[in-house]
């Protein structure tokens, strides 16, 4: 080889270390440099509570803004400011870059796995009907709802119970979308539904402000799992993920996980009791 050849091999070796070298970080390496810069996270929530709530003053609360916004610091991420989503937007507006995370009760199935990267579980809970008092039609599963042709259920739209009823059989008819809480419960006192679903501490919390005598609670609803969540996060961001899970291990372990969850209903145990690899993979 002629030292001509070994210089032009040379230079072109050190251009293209130099190429390399410009080329900027990927997404996933720098999310989170980019969320500490900016100060604050961007959730996607429902404000439901004890999963989520907004205060009259807009400050963001519930068990799952809580624990991200608790992470977050400890990532170094001052704060989480919140927008207030329907479940079936929520996925579709993560990938489209409207939100960093969800923190909302999106509860992990193996379809929404597929569609983001979740932390590890923080909110367990099963599901509950809202009812008429004394529960006329005798309404205790989604399937009595689908074998009864007069039932109608309302639930959140692109939520779990949603997919819940529809699987047990309910005609599209017969599911009726419910933007929020109160517009489900309002829509059940006026005879305009016959069930509304939520998870049971979002029920018993709606059951609880309203304060009406004529509404009950069936919990758990008969054959319905029970569900846990994680923060979904975009695919692409697993190191942010994977950044969001050691934290949130170590809050888990030194208790204030508890703390933080138990106060809202919340059982740590139960989200201390399972994985996301286990969650991802039910049927």
């Known amino acids: 080889m002629s030292m001509r050849t070994f210089l032009k091999m040379a230079a072109g070796a050190s251009a293209l270390m130099a190429l390399v070298a410009a080329v900027p970080?990927?997404?996933?390496d720098s999310k989170l440099e980019q969320l500490k810069a900016q100060g604050f996270a961007r959730v996607a929530i429902a404000n439901e509570p004890p999963f989520t709530a907004v205060a009259a003053d807009g400050k963001v609360s519930g068990a799952a803004p809580d624990v991200a916004r608790e992470v977050f610091k400890r990532l170094g991420v001052a704060d989480i400011v919140a927008s207030i989503s329907e479940y079936g937007a929520?996925?579709?507006?993560?990938?489209?870059?409207?939100?960093?995370?969800?923190?909302a009760g999106l509860f992990m199935k193996p379809e929404r796995c597929a569609a983001v990267a979740y932390s590890e579980p923080v909110l367990c809970?099963?599901?509950?009907?809202?009812?008429?008092k004394g529960n006329p039609l005798g309404l205790k599963s989604y399937k009595d709802i689908a074998d009864n042709p007069d039932a109608k259920?309302?639930?959140?739209?692109?939520?779990t119970e949603e997919k819940l009823a529809l699987e047990a059989g309910v005609p599209r008819d017969r599911v009726i979308v419910v933007p929020d809480g109160q517009s489900g419960l309002k829509m059940l006192?006026?005879?305009?539904?016959?069930?509304?679903?939520?998870?049971?501490?979002?029920?018993?919390?709606?059951?609880?402000?309203?304060?009406?005598?004529?509404?009950?609670?069936?919990?758990?609803?008969?054959g319905a799992p029970v569900y846990c969540d994680g923060a979904a996060f975009r695919k692409g961001d697993e190191a942010l993920r994977d950044a969001f899970d050691v934290e949130l291990a170590k809050l888990k372990e030194s208790g204030e996980f508890a703390k933080i969850i138990e106060p809202y209903g919340f059982s740590a145990k139960a989200a201390m009791s399972t994985t996301r690899e286990k969650l991802c993979a039910a049927k």
């Open 25 to 28: 970080a990927s997404a996933d």
């Open 90 to 103: 929520m996925i579709p507006g993560l990938q489209a870059g409207r939100h960093d995370v969800i923190t």
């Open 125 to 132: 809970d099963a599901e509950a009907f809202a009812l008429k």
């Open 153 to 159: 259920i309302g639930a959140p739209g692109g939520g």
């Open 189 to 222: 006192q006026d005879g305009r539904i016959d069930a509304y679903s939520l998870p049971v501490l979002s029920i018993n919390d709606l059951i609880a402000k309203a304060n009406d005598p004529g509404i009950e609670v069936v919990a758990p609803v008969e």
